[in-house]
């Protein structure tokens, strides 16, 4: 296999992926924005308000992404449909798709708005992350249902090769979103200042605004004519149970990679406060006191300063995530009109761009951390810590990349069973107790965490790419 890309499967891959790219970078930076204004804030509000969202995060996403993994089995199916040719049929799923996503979104912002209080103090012992977090998490739990059914409807696009669709949504509400964060966390234009509560509202807003635009795209003229969703005779209970099982698996997995990751930001608010193994290495030149300062870091800048790592791997994750999106339709429809070898080319051609284009990004993290961190906080004490796991993050972000397009790819295929089960013995057997081992018993601090997390790339990338060269997913039917 060639290492360049081929040029014509690589421009129909950017075509397709170039919109998603521009959609998630656009979701994603609803968060981020969220991070990088609260942690602009002064003195502890700052520190701990960004702490308190990087603890409600991954808490939101493991909730949401369960249910959102609808799009897993509407987009599979969905792609599956155009490429057998049966636009009606196609237009059935995403009827099916959208009551589930309905019903069940609204049900879990209910509940999340009432229970997430109790549930948020066993997340963090400072009393004043829980108090920000818990109030910035309820708020965005009454997101759910609109995340969920625009999610839905994403899926549906996606297979059917109009992801320019979701792009003008997400477009639409991170314009809205900055806008909103400015007035309401820092109280401008009369608006009340509600600082770290401001901006879960404007999140919770700009997701209603996304959802009634794919709403409205849905029911133009010719979508409507061309694959009648609204048709009470669409509902089909064999087609709800096929979604159902397609999509359990994946949400399931986002479970297990949300509730690691939630036991990784759990580690980092527990790190010993005083000096760890690192802290006799400060006569190194220029490692050693870059260690040394990490060594000496507290629980709550740690906690903080992996958030902020963790904004800036967003980028690498919906990127990647948007080209394995991209795959997802394209292997899909290939395996629909019989064409298992084109399928495979696809999942190939998109690892390599990814891999090329996040590399690039990679060796510039390494170059240069501190530009990369300072985009998400002000706070120098955060960003001294961050440093070293910030480089390490940035020599595994090719891996990253082609291990988060392989897990699509495999989607798109139907292959989620696997990538459950594979996340579900990573997680459990890697990240989790590796990230404590190195981090809390061993004392290697926040670097020993970040250690864990390289090692869990390595090990994605590895067995996602063994799945996938095995070719046993060319047989699944859907």
Not at 95 to 123: C, E, K, R, T
């Amino acid at each position: 296999m060639r290492l360049l890309p081929e040029l014509q499967l690589s421009k129909r891959i950017a075509a397709l992926a170039g919109p998603v790219i521009l959609a998630m970078l656009s979701q994603t930076a609803i968060n981020l924005l969220d991070t990088a204004m609260v942690g602009r804030l002064p003195g502890a509000t700052g520190i701990d308000g960004v702490a308190g969202i990087g603890v409600s995060l991954p808490l939101f996403w493991a909730i949401g992404g369960f249910l959102s993994a609808i799009a897993i089995g509407t987009q599979a199916i969905t792609a599956r449909r155009i490429g057998e040719g049966q636009p009606l049929l196609a237009g059935r799923v995403l009827s099916n798709s959208m009551l589930i996503a309905a019903g069940s979104g609204l049900s879990v912002s209910i509940l999340g708005y009432l229970f997430i209080p109790d549930i948020f103090g066993l997340l963090n012992p400072n009393p004043n992350v829980v108090r920000l977090g818990s109030a910035y998490c309820r708020l965005r739990m009454l997101g759910i249902f609109s995340m969920v059914t625009t999610i839905a409807y994403k899926g549906f696009f996606d297979g059917v090769g109009k992801t320019y669709v979701h792009m003008v949504a997400s477009i639409v509400m991170n314009v809205l979103n900055a806008f909103l964060n400015v007035v309401l966390i820092f109280g401008l234009l009369g608006f009340p200042r509600l600082e770290v509560e401001g901006a879960a509202l404007a999140s919770v807003i700009s997701t209603y605004v996304g959802l009634a635009i794919m709403l409205l795209w849905s029911v133009q003229g010719d979508i409507r004519r061309h694959y009648r969703v609204y048709r009470l005779g669409n509902l089909k209970l064999p087609l709800a149970s096929e979604i159902v099982r397609l999509s359990v698996p994946s949400g399931l997995a986002t479970i297990f990679v949300m509730s690691g990751f939630q036991f990784f930001m759990w580690v980092t608010g527990h790190l010993h406060p005083e000096p760890d193994w690192f802290a006799p290495l400060g006569f190194i030149p220029v490692l050693g006191p870059m260690l040394q300062g990490h060594a000496l870091s507290s629980p709550d800048l740690a906690t903080s300063a992996t958030w902020v790592i963790i904004s800036f791997l967003m980028l690498v994750f919906m990127t990647s995530i948007a080209f394995g999106t991209a795959t997802a339709t394209l292997v899909s429809q290939s395996m629909g009109s019989g064409d298992m070898r084109m399928a495979e080319r696809y999942g190939w051609e998109s690892v390599k761009l990814g891999m090329w284009i996040m590399g690039a990004l990679g060796l510039a993290v390494i170059a240069w951390p501190h530009m990369f961190l300072g985009i998400f906080t002000d706070k120098e004490q955060v960003i001294s810590i961050a440093i070293a796991p910030m480089r390490l993050m940035g020599a595994v972000t090719s891996l990253m990349s082609a291990g988060l397009i392989l897990v699509q790819a495999l989607f798109g295929a139907g292959a989620t069973k696997f990538v459950m089960l594979a996340e579900m013995a990573m997680h459990g057997l890697c990240l989790v107790p590796l990230s404590y081992l190195l981090a809390v018993v061993l004392r290697f601090g926040l670097l020993g965490a970040w250690v864990a997390t390289a090692s869990y790339i390595v090990l994605l990338s590895s067995i996602m790419a063994w799945k996938f060269a095995g070719g046993s997913w060319k047989k699944i039917r859907l």
